[in-house]
T-cell receptor
Framework: TQLLEQSPQFLSIQEGENLTVYCNSS?????LQWYRQEPGEGPVLLVT?????EVKKLKRLTFQFGDARKDSSLHITAAQPGDTGLYLC??????????FGTGTRLTVIP | NAGVMQNPRHLVRRRGQEARLRCSPM?????VYWYRQLPEEGLKFMVY????????ESGMPKERFSAEFPKEGPSILRIQQVVRGDSAAYFC??????????????FGNGTRLTVT
């Protein structure tokens, strides 16, 4: 059974601070995606990382895929209240479904 | 998100009743996926359908749950004889082609089922 563990589970920070959330697995994934979900809405895709060691930037968000393609991280610089939400990593391991992680709930306090 | 339409947004059923959840995929998308989410948890895969075919139902309970995606009309997730443990948010997603990097999933805003 593939398992994507995210840490921390909850994170509350002040506006302007930096943070990193992690997505770890003992399984190898062909690619990993990061989604953000706001209350009452469905997840929205932020990025897909495919190559081991790949780094992608999306404004203040930096995503990294581990060399062994078993883990990924999301770093947010100078967090803003609009970054508040549930961050989910997800990956395909070869099965017919996108497998989601346990999630990190981020709260950015103004 | 607005592209994938789910209805109803909220559904209340008493134990033993049937729940029908509808999902209209984005225009041109022929692949539909259903996920279930409990509060403060990630999404759990239930079933993957392509027009008129169930491709993978490995995440869907064998009893009481069924899904379809007919040639015409929305995809339907049906839960018969609902129990309190079925209370959750059910999300539908669609993609242009099958699972893969080149075909991202687009999610609807979910149906929140409450069983009383």
């Amino acid at each position: 059974t593939q398992l994507l563990e995210q840490s921390p589970q909850f994170l509350s920070i002040q506006e302007g601070e930096n943070l990193t959330v992690y997505c770890n697995s003992s399984s190898v994934f062909s690619s990993l995606q990061w989604y953000r979900q706001e209350p009452g809405e469905g997840p929205v895709l932020l990025v897909t990382v495919v190559t081991g060691g790949e780094v992608k930037k999306l404004k203040r968000l930096t995503f990294q895929f581990g060399d062994a393609r078993k883990d990924s991280s999301l770093h947010i610089t100078a967090a803003q209240p609009g970054d508040t939400g549930l961050y989910l990593c997800a990956g395909w391991g070869g099965a017919n479904n996108l497998f989601f992680g346990t999630g990190t709930r981020l709260t950015v306090i103004p | 998100n607005a592209g994938v339409m789910q209805n109803p947004r909220h559904l209340v059923r008493r134990r033993g009743q049937e729940a029908r959840l509808r999902c209209s995929p984005m225009k041109g998308h022929s692949h539909v996926y259903w996920y279930r989410q409990l509060p403060e948890e990630g999404l759990k895969f239930m079933v993957y359908l392509q027009k008129e075919n169930i491709i993978d139902e490995s995440g869907m309970p064998k009893e009481r749950f069924s899904a379809e995606f007919p040639k015409e009309g929305p995809s339907i997730l049906r839960i018969q004889q609902v129990v309190r443990g079925d209370s959750a948010a059910y999300f539908c997603a669609s993609s242009l082609t099958g699972m893969g990097v080149g075909s991202p999933l687009h999610f609807g805003n979910g149906t929140r089922l409450t069983v009383t």
